[in-house]
Protein backbone atom coordinates (compact mmCIF):
# COMPACT_ATOMS: atom_id res chain seq x y z
CA UNK A 1 0.00 0.00 0.00
CA UNK A 2 0.95 3.94 -0.12
CA UNK A 3 3.39 4.69 2.59
CA UNK A 4 1.63 6.15 5.34
CA UNK A 5 4.20 6.12 7.58
CA UNK A 6 4.89 9.71 5.96
CA UNK A 7 2.15 11.33 7.89
CA UNK A 8 4.22 11.05 10.88
CA UNK A 9 8.02 11.56 9.22
CA UNK A 10 6.46 14.38 7.74
CA UNK A 11 6.27 16.47 10.82
CA UNK A 12 9.87 16.35 12.01
CA UNK A 13 13.27 17.57 10.30
CA UNK A 14 14.72 14.49 8.73
CA UNK A 15 11.95 13.05 5.96
CA UNK A 16 14.55 12.76 3.17
CA UNK A 17 13.42 13.04 -0.44
CA UNK A 18 15.35 12.23 -3.57
CA UNK A 19 17.78 15.16 -5.39
CA UNK A 20 20.42 15.17 -7.51
CA UNK A 21 21.09 18.49 -6.57
CA UNK A 22 23.61 17.20 -3.81
CA UNK A 23 26.55 13.92 -4.12
CA UNK A 24 24.65 12.34 -1.45
CA UNK A 25 21.62 12.57 -3.58
CA UNK A 26 18.80 13.62 -1.36
CA UNK A 27 17.20 16.73 0.75
CA UNK A 28 14.86 17.47 3.35
CA UNK A 29 11.10 17.92 3.27
CA UNK A 30 10.38 21.03 5.82
CA UNK A 31 8.25 19.76 8.28
CA UNK A 32 4.73 20.58 9.23
CA UNK A 33 4.02 20.73 4.98
CA UNK A 34 1.52 18.72 3.08
CA UNK A 35 3.06 15.40 2.17
CA UNK A 36 5.64 14.68 -0.68
CA UNK A 37 4.58 12.05 -3.13
CA UNK A 38 5.80 8.42 -2.22
CA UNK A 39 8.09 8.05 -5.36
CA UNK A 40 10.34 11.29 -4.08
CA UNK A 41 10.82 9.21 -0.67
CA UNK A 42 15.02 8.90 -0.91
CA UNK A 43 16.57 5.24 -0.97
CA UNK A 44 17.27 3.66 1.96
CA UNK A 45 21.31 2.92 1.14
CA UNK A 46 23.76 5.28 1.20
CA UNK A 47 24.20 7.09 -2.42
CA UNK A 48 27.91 5.75 -2.13
CA UNK A 49 26.58 2.15 -1.49
CA UNK A 50 24.36 2.76 -4.80
CA UNK A 51 27.14 3.76 -7.11
CA UNK A 52 29.32 0.81 -5.75
CA UNK A 53 26.45 -1.63 -6.94
CA UNK A 54 25.09 0.68 -9.64
CA UNK A 55 28.56 0.58 -11.27
CA UNK A 56 28.90 -2.84 -12.38
CA UNK A 57 25.54 -2.48 -14.78
CA UNK A 58 26.84 1.13 -16.57
CA UNK A 59 29.65 1.59 -18.78
CA UNK A 60 33.02 2.70 -16.64
CA UNK A 61 30.78 3.02 -13.45
CA UNK A 62 29.48 6.42 -14.78
CA UNK A 63 26.05 6.97 -13.70
CA UNK A 64 23.80 9.79 -15.61
CA UNK A 65 21.63 12.24 -13.94
CA UNK A 66 20.08 15.70 -15.03
CA UNK A 67 18.74 18.63 -12.62
CA UNK A 68 18.92 22.69 -12.81
CA UNK A 69 22.48 24.11 -13.13
CA UNK A 70 23.48 26.55 -10.87
CA UNK A 71 25.12 28.22 -13.86
CA UNK A 72 23.25 27.96 -17.37
CA UNK A 73 26.33 27.18 -18.84
CA UNK A 74 26.58 23.85 -16.89
CA UNK A 75 23.99 22.28 -18.55
CA UNK A 76 21.59 19.89 -16.94
CA UNK A 77 23.46 16.76 -17.40
CA UNK A 78 25.91 15.46 -14.53
CA UNK A 79 27.83 12.18 -14.21
CA UNK A 80 28.28 10.32 -11.52
CA UNK A 81 31.19 7.80 -10.40
CA UNK A 82 32.37 6.45 -7.37
CA UNK A 83 35.99 6.90 -7.46
CA UNK A 84 38.13 5.24 -4.12
CA UNK A 85 36.10 2.98 -1.69
CA UNK A 86 38.55 0.91 0.71
CA UNK A 87 37.16 -0.82 3.42
CA UNK A 88 37.70 -2.87 6.74
CA UNK A 89 35.19 -5.12 8.93
CA UNK A 90 33.61 -2.46 10.23
CA UNK A 91 34.35 0.56 8.85
CA UNK A 92 34.61 2.52 5.23
CA UNK A 93 35.40 5.29 3.49
CA UNK A 94 34.72 6.81 -0.59
CA UNK A 95 35.15 9.35 -2.62
CA UNK A 96 32.39 10.58 -5.42
CA UNK A 97 33.10 12.33 -8.30
CA UNK A 98 30.55 14.24 -10.49
CA UNK A 99 31.35 16.13 -13.71
CA UNK A 100 29.34 18.16 -16.21
CA UNK A 101 30.23 18.11 -19.63
CA UNK A 102 28.38 20.69 -21.69
CA UNK A 103 30.32 23.53 -20.54
CA UNK A 104 33.44 21.92 -21.59
CA UNK A 105 32.17 20.04 -24.63
CA UNK A 106 30.95 24.07 -25.89
CA UNK A 107 34.63 25.15 -24.97
CA UNK A 108 36.20 23.04 -26.40
CA UNK A 109 34.13 23.19 -29.85
CA UNK A 110 34.57 27.10 -29.58
CA UNK A 111 38.20 26.89 -29.51
CA UNK A 112 38.52 24.62 -32.17
CA UNK A 113 36.08 26.59 -34.51
CA UNK A 114 38.09 30.06 -33.70
CA UNK A 115 41.12 28.35 -34.83
CA UNK A 116 42.41 28.69 -38.50
CA UNK A 117 45.17 25.65 -38.48
CA UNK A 118 44.31 22.84 -36.46
CA UNK A 119 48.25 22.86 -34.67
CA UNK A 120 49.32 21.69 -31.24
CA UNK A 121 48.99 24.63 -29.53
CA UNK A 122 44.86 24.57 -29.83
CA UNK A 123 44.78 20.87 -28.83
CA UNK A 124 46.84 22.33 -25.86
CA UNK A 125 44.72 25.36 -25.42
CA UNK A 126 41.48 23.05 -25.92
CA UNK A 127 43.15 20.87 -22.88
CA UNK A 128 43.24 23.56 -20.26
CA UNK A 129 39.85 23.39 -20.50
CA UNK A 130 39.67 20.32 -18.57
CA UNK A 131 41.27 21.81 -15.17
CA UNK A 132 37.82 23.86 -15.22
CA UNK A 133 37.07 23.58 -11.33
CA UNK A 134 33.42 24.49 -12.15
CA UNK A 135 32.90 21.34 -14.24
CA UNK A 136 33.43 18.90 -10.95
CA UNK A 137 32.30 18.15 -7.44
CA UNK A 138 33.72 15.80 -5.39
CA UNK A 139 31.95 14.00 -2.38
CA UNK A 140 33.72 12.54 0.61
CA UNK A 141 31.70 9.81 2.67
CA UNK A 142 32.78 7.82 5.75
CA UNK A 143 30.84 5.69 7.96
CA UNK A 144 31.95 3.51 11.19
CA UNK A 145 30.49 0.99 12.77
CA UNK A 146 31.14 1.71 16.65
CA UNK A 147 28.79 -1.50 17.53
CA UNK A 148 26.24 -4.36 16.53
CA UNK A 149 23.77 -1.03 17.43
CA UNK A 150 25.96 2.14 16.46
CA UNK A 151 26.93 3.95 13.54
CA UNK A 152 28.40 7.12 12.88
CA UNK A 153 28.28 8.57 9.46
CA UNK A 154 30.10 11.66 8.20
CA UNK A 155 30.17 13.22 4.92
CA UNK A 156 31.50 16.49 3.41
CA UNK A 157 30.92 17.80 -0.53
CA UNK A 158 32.18 20.43 -2.71
CA UNK A 159 29.76 21.51 -5.69
CA UNK A 160 31.04 22.92 -8.88
CA UNK A 161 30.23 26.69 -8.64
CA UNK A 162 29.49 27.18 -4.62
CA UNK A 163 31.37 28.85 -2.00
CA UNK A 164 32.64 26.16 0.99
CA UNK A 165 31.65 23.13 2.09
CA UNK A 166 28.57 20.72 2.65
CA UNK A 167 28.88 18.81 5.86
CA UNK A 168 26.68 16.16 7.74
CA UNK A 169 27.23 14.27 10.45
CA UNK A 170 24.86 11.47 11.50
CA UNK A 171 25.02 8.89 14.74
CA UNK A 172 22.43 6.48 14.64
CA UNK A 173 21.61 4.37 17.88
CA UNK A 174 19.54 1.53 18.25
CA UNK A 175 18.16 0.32 21.52
CA UNK A 176 15.41 -2.16 22.24
CA UNK A 177 12.21 -1.22 20.03
CA UNK A 178 13.42 2.24 19.78
CA UNK A 179 15.76 4.25 17.24
CA UNK A 180 17.66 6.96 18.15
CA UNK A 181 19.15 9.57 15.61
CA UNK A 182 21.05 12.64 15.83
CA UNK A 183 21.32 14.56 12.94
CA UNK A 184 23.89 17.69 12.03
CA UNK A 185 24.42 19.72 8.78
CA UNK A 186 26.02 22.71 7.69
CA UNK A 187 24.26 24.03 5.60
CA UNK A 188 21.11 21.55 5.16
CA UNK A 189 18.98 21.92 2.35
CA UNK A 190 15.58 21.81 2.32
CA UNK A 191 12.61 20.82 -0.77
CA UNK A 192 9.45 22.75 0.02
CA UNK A 193 5.96 21.48 -1.63
CA UNK A 194 6.54 24.11 -4.02
CA UNK A 195 9.32 22.22 -4.70
CA UNK A 196 11.48 25.03 -3.75
CA UNK A 197 15.20 24.47 -2.67
CA UNK A 198 16.24 26.16 0.53
CA UNK A 199 19.19 25.98 2.37
CA UNK A 200 19.58 26.55 6.19
CA UNK A 201 23.03 27.57 7.43
CA UNK A 202 22.79 25.18 10.45
CA UNK A 203 20.67 22.24 11.26
CA UNK A 204 20.68 19.76 14.14
CA UNK A 205 17.86 17.07 15.35
CA UNK A 206 17.81 15.05 18.11
CA UNK A 207 14.77 12.16 17.36
CA UNK A 208 13.89 8.73 19.41
CA UNK A 209 11.09 6.66 17.38
CA UNK A 210 9.23 4.04 18.21
CA UNK A 211 9.36 0.88 15.71
CA UNK A 212 6.58 -0.25 13.95
CA UNK A 213 4.46 -2.27 16.29
CA UNK A 214 1.67 -4.96 15.54
CA UNK A 215 -0.59 -2.63 17.69
CA UNK A 216 -0.16 0.41 14.61
CA UNK A 217 0.83 2.31 17.77
CA UNK A 218 3.85 4.86 16.90
CA UNK A 219 4.78 8.01 18.47
CA UNK A 220 8.28 10.04 18.54
CA UNK A 221 9.68 12.71 20.34
CA UNK A 222 12.54 14.97 19.47
CA UNK A 223 14.38 18.42 19.66
CA UNK A 224 15.70 20.71 16.49
CA UNK A 225 18.12 23.39 16.34
CA UNK A 226 17.85 25.88 13.04
CA UNK A 227 20.54 28.36 13.35
CA UNK A 228 20.87 31.12 10.50
CA UNK A 229 18.49 32.36 7.98
CA UNK A 230 16.99 30.12 5.37
CA UNK A 231 18.04 31.40 1.70
CA UNK A 232 16.29 30.37 -1.52
CA UNK A 233 18.54 27.73 -3.39
CA UNK A 234 19.67 28.57 -7.56
CA UNK A 235 16.38 31.00 -7.29
CA UNK A 236 15.86 34.34 -6.30
CA UNK A 237 15.00 35.39 -2.56
CA UNK A 238 11.44 34.22 -1.63
CA UNK A 239 9.57 34.26 1.44
CA UNK A 240 11.05 31.27 3.29
CA UNK A 241 8.44 28.75 5.59
CA UNK A 242 8.48 29.74 8.93
CA UNK A 243 9.72 25.81 10.21
CA UNK A 244 12.64 26.49 9.17
CA UNK A 245 13.62 30.33 10.96
CA UNK A 246 16.08 30.07 13.65
CA UNK A 247 14.95 29.04 17.20
CA UNK A 248 15.12 25.45 19.22
CA UNK A 249 11.86 23.10 18.80
CA UNK A 250 10.62 20.95 20.97
CA UNK A 251 8.61 18.28 19.08
CA UNK A 252 5.88 14.99 20.12
CA UNK A 253 3.96 12.98 17.54
CA UNK A 254 2.37 9.88 17.80
CA UNK A 255 0.09 7.96 15.08
CA UNK A 256 -2.20 4.76 15.40
CA UNK A 257 -2.68 3.02 11.88
CA UNK A 258 -4.48 0.27 10.74
CA UNK A 259 -5.45 -1.90 7.57
CA UNK A 260 -7.51 -4.57 6.68
CA UNK A 261 -7.92 -6.97 3.40
CA UNK A 262 -10.93 -6.95 1.79
CA UNK A 263 -9.82 -9.69 -0.37
CA UNK A 264 -6.32 -11.64 -0.93
CA UNK A 265 -4.93 -14.60 -2.94
CA UNK A 266 -1.99 -15.77 -0.44
CA UNK A 267 1.03 -17.11 -2.27
CA UNK A 268 0.99 -21.24 -2.58
CA UNK A 269 3.92 -23.66 -3.16
CA UNK A 270 2.61 -24.25 -6.26
CA UNK A 271 3.08 -20.35 -7.44
CA UNK A 272 6.70 -20.87 -6.25
CA UNK A 273 7.25 -24.25 -8.42
CA UNK A 274 7.10 -24.27 -12.60
CA UNK A 275 7.05 -27.27 -14.05
CA UNK A 276 8.21 -28.09 -16.99
CA UNK A 277 9.75 -30.65 -20.10
CA UNK A 278 13.40 -30.02 -18.58
CA UNK A 279 12.19 -30.13 -14.74
CA UNK A 280 10.46 -28.13 -11.87
CA UNK A 281 11.92 -24.78 -11.23
CA UNK A 282 11.51 -22.71 -8.16
CA UNK A 283 10.12 -19.02 -9.41
CA UNK A 284 9.44 -16.70 -6.70
CA UNK A 285 8.26 -13.32 -7.19
CA UNK A 286 10.07 -10.42 -8.49
CA UNK A 287 9.42 -8.39 -5.45
CA UNK A 288 8.34 -10.20 -2.21
CA UNK A 289 5.85 -7.21 -1.54
CA UNK A 290 4.21 -7.57 -4.66
CA UNK A 291 3.42 -11.12 -4.48
CA UNK A 292 -0.18 -11.76 -3.48
CA UNK A 293 -3.12 -10.29 -5.65
CA UNK A 294 -5.39 -8.30 -3.09
CA UNK A 295 -7.71 -5.37 -2.00
CA UNK A 296 -7.11 -3.63 0.89
CA UNK A 297 -8.04 -0.69 2.85
CA UNK A 298 -5.78 1.05 5.53
CA UNK A 299 -5.42 4.38 7.40
CA UNK A 300 -3.54 6.62 9.62
CA UNK A 301 -4.54 9.41 12.41
CA UNK A 302 -1.97 10.55 14.55
CA UNK A 303 -1.05 14.28 16.09
CA UNK A 304 1.45 16.53 17.04
CA UNK A 305 2.27 18.89 19.36
CA UNK A 306 6.11 21.79 18.94
CA UNK A 307 6.92 24.33 21.17
CA UNK A 308 8.91 26.43 20.09
CA UNK A 309 11.96 28.76 21.70
CA UNK A 310 13.89 31.93 19.56
CA UNK A 311 12.18 34.34 17.80
CA UNK A 312 11.38 34.75 13.88
CA UNK A 313 11.52 38.27 12.63
CA UNK A 314 9.70 39.43 9.04
CA UNK A 315 13.41 41.16 8.39
CA UNK A 316 16.90 39.98 9.05
CA UNK A 317 20.12 41.18 8.58
CA UNK A 318 22.28 38.47 6.46
CA UNK A 319 26.02 38.64 7.19
CA UNK A 320 26.44 40.68 4.35
CA UNK A 321 24.35 43.11 5.86
CA UNK A 322 21.24 42.70 2.91
CA UNK A 323 17.96 42.92 4.54
CA UNK A 324 16.43 39.18 3.64
CA UNK A 325 13.00 38.59 3.15
CA UNK A 326 11.36 36.06 4.93
CA UNK A 327 8.30 34.40 6.15
CA UNK A 328 5.73 36.79 7.16
CA UNK A 329 3.36 34.59 9.40
CA UNK A 330 3.80 34.54 12.87
CA UNK A 331 5.13 31.30 14.03
CA UNK A 332 3.35 30.28 17.25
CA UNK A 333 5.74 29.52 19.63
CA UNK A 334 2.96 26.33 21.08
CA UNK A 335 0.95 24.90 18.67
CA UNK A 336 -0.61 21.29 18.18
CA UNK A 337 -2.49 19.40 15.00
CA UNK A 338 -3.84 16.59 13.98
CA UNK A 339 -3.01 14.64 10.65
CA UNK A 340 -5.22 11.95 8.81
CA UNK A 341 -4.69 9.98 5.86
CA UNK A 342 -7.13 6.83 4.50
CA UNK A 343 -5.70 4.47 1.43
CA UNK A 344 -7.11 2.03 -1.01
CA UNK A 345 -5.06 -0.55 -2.67
CA UNK A 346 -5.44 -3.49 -5.41
CA UNK A 347 -3.43 -5.50 -7.10
CA UNK A 348 -3.46 -7.51 -9.65
CA UNK A 349 -1.49 -10.43 -10.82
CA UNK A 350 1.58 -11.87 -8.81
CA UNK A 351 4.26 -10.39 -10.57
CA UNK A 352 6.34 -13.76 -11.24
CA UNK A 353 5.42 -14.28 -15.36
CA UNK A 354 7.05 -12.57 -18.08
CA UNK A 355 4.33 -10.48 -19.07
CA UNK A 356 0.89 -9.37 -17.58
CA UNK A 357 1.31 -10.36 -14.05
CA UNK A 358 1.59 -6.81 -12.36
CA UNK A 359 -1.11 -4.02 -12.45
CA UNK A 360 -1.53 -1.94 -9.02
CA UNK A 361 -3.36 1.38 -7.92
CA UNK A 362 -3.19 2.97 -4.74
CA UNK A 363 -5.04 5.92 -3.63
CA UNK A 364 -4.51 7.81 -0.63
CA UNK A 365 -6.07 10.85 0.77
CA UNK A 366 -4.26 12.73 2.85
CA UNK A 367 -5.07 15.51 5.52
CA UNK A 368 -2.28 17.40 6.50
CA UNK A 369 -3.72 19.53 9.17
CA UNK A 370 -7.50 18.83 10.87
CA UNK A 371 -7.51 22.22 12.66
CA UNK A 372 -6.74 24.40 8.95
CA UNK A 373 -9.10 22.12 7.38
CA UNK A 374 -11.93 22.40 10.35
CA UNK A 375 -11.50 25.99 9.55
CA UNK A 376 -11.97 25.93 6.91
CA UNK A 377 -15.39 23.69 6.28
CA UNK A 378 -17.16 24.76 9.41
CA UNK A 379 -16.13 28.44 10.24
CA UNK A 380 -15.08 29.31 6.31
CA UNK A 381 -12.10 30.82 7.40
CA UNK A 382 -10.30 32.73 4.69
CA UNK A 383 -7.40 33.21 7.33
CA UNK A 384 -6.51 29.11 7.11
CA UNK A 385 -3.62 28.10 5.17
CA UNK A 386 -4.49 27.22 1.55
CA UNK A 387 -1.87 24.92 0.92
CA UNK A 388 -2.82 22.47 4.35
CA UNK A 389 -6.42 23.55 4.78
CA UNK A 390 -7.23 21.31 1.54
CA UNK A 391 -6.81 17.48 1.53
CA UNK A 392 -4.47 16.01 -0.95
CA UNK A 393 -5.56 12.65 -3.37
CA UNK A 394 -2.03 10.84 -4.05
CA UNK A 395 -2.49 8.17 -7.18
CA UNK A 396 0.33 5.67 -7.45
CA UNK A 397 -0.03 3.28 -10.79
CA UNK A 398 2.33 0.29 -11.20
CA UNK A 399 2.39 -1.60 -14.79
CA UNK A 400 4.46 -4.59 -14.99
CA UNK A 401 6.38 -3.99 -19.44
CA UNK A 402 8.08 -6.97 -19.37
CA UNK A 403 9.56 -9.44 -16.79
CA UNK A 404 11.07 -7.56 -13.88
CA UNK A 405 10.67 -4.25 -15.72
CA UNK A 406 7.73 -2.04 -13.65
CA UNK A 407 6.27 1.11 -15.56
CA UNK A 408 5.04 3.42 -12.33
CA UNK A 409 3.39 7.17 -12.04
CA UNK A 410 2.97 9.05 -8.96
CA UNK A 411 0.76 11.82 -9.24
CA UNK A 412 -1.10 14.01 -6.60
CA UNK A 413 -4.34 16.02 -6.61
CA UNK A 414 -5.06 19.60 -4.89
CA UNK A 415 -8.48 19.32 -4.20
CA UNK A 416 -9.04 22.83 -4.30
CA UNK A 417 -9.00 25.85 -6.79
CA UNK A 418 -6.40 27.70 -7.58
CA UNK A 419 -6.16 31.18 -10.26
CA UNK A 420 -6.81 30.20 -13.33
CA UNK A 421 -7.85 26.50 -12.64
CA UNK A 422 -11.29 25.35 -11.49
CA UNK A 423 -12.11 22.10 -8.76
CA UNK A 424 -9.25 19.15 -8.25
CA UNK A 425 -6.08 19.19 -10.55
CA UNK A 426 -2.59 17.91 -10.43
CA UNK A 427 0.19 19.34 -8.04
CA UNK A 428 2.86 16.92 -8.45
CA UNK A 429 3.92 14.35 -11.04
CA UNK A 430 7.01 11.69 -10.81
CA UNK A 431 7.22 8.92 -14.22
CA UNK A 432 9.21 6.49 -13.06
CA UNK A 433 11.15 3.04 -14.51
CA UNK A 434 11.71 0.12 -11.82
CA UNK A 435 13.89 -2.49 -12.53
CA UNK A 436 13.44 -5.26 -9.80
CA UNK A 437 16.32 -7.50 -8.19
CA UNK A 438 14.59 -11.08 -7.51
CA UNK A 439 17.64 -12.06 -5.40
CA UNK A 440 17.59 -9.08 -3.02
CA UNK A 441 13.92 -10.22 -2.79
CA UNK A 442 12.77 -6.42 -2.63
CA UNK A 443 15.25 -4.33 -4.72
CA UNK A 444 14.79 -2.68 -7.50
CA UNK A 445 17.16 0.09 -9.56
CA UNK A 446 14.75 3.29 -9.90
CA UNK A 447 15.22 6.13 -12.87
CA UNK A 448 12.77 8.60 -12.33
CA UNK A 449 12.09 12.25 -13.29
CA UNK A 450 10.33 14.80 -12.09
CA UNK A 451 8.50 17.72 -14.63
CA UNK A 452 7.99 19.97 -11.45
CA UNK A 453 11.49 19.58 -10.82
CA UNK A 454 13.26 19.24 -13.96
CA UNK A 455 15.14 16.58 -12.09
CA UNK A 456 15.71 12.71 -12.72
CA UNK A 457 18.07 10.26 -11.65
CA UNK A 458 18.75 6.86 -10.98
CA UNK A 459 18.91 5.49 -7.75
CA UNK A 460 18.89 1.37 -6.30
CA UNK A 461 16.62 1.56 -3.53
CA UNK A 462 15.60 -1.27 -0.68
CA UNK A 463 12.84 -2.36 1.03
CA UNK A 464 10.26 0.68 0.30
CA UNK A 465 7.54 -0.83 1.61
Known amino acids: MANLKSAIDCAFWDHSISTPHTLEG ?22 IQQLSLLGNGFPLGIIPSICPPSHKDLGFLSLQSLLLRPSTSNWWIGLIGQFKPKKLISAIKTELQSADELELSVFRDAAKHFLDKSLYSIALATQLSLSPSTSLLWNTEWLEGKKG ?24 LFMDHKGK ?6 SISLDMSSLPSDSGLQYRFGLHKNSGHPLAFNEPDGEAPS ?10 AFSYQKSKDIWRRNETKEDLIVKTDKGSFWRPSYDVHLKEPHAAISGIIGGTCAAWFGKDSANVESQRGDTIPTSNNKRSPLNADLFGSACYTFQHGQFRKLYGDLTRVDARLDISSLSSFSKRIFKGSSNADKSLSSPRLNLIFQQQVAGPIVFRVDSKLFLDSKAGKQGPHIEDVIYSLCYSLRLLRSGKVVAWYSPKRKEGMIELRLFEF
Not at 165 to 188: G, M, S
Open 165 to 188: YRNKFKIYHQVPDHDITLDAAWPE
Open 26 to 47: STKSVPGEPFPLDGARASKALR
Open 243 to 252: ALMPGLCAKV
Open 197 to 202: YWEVPE
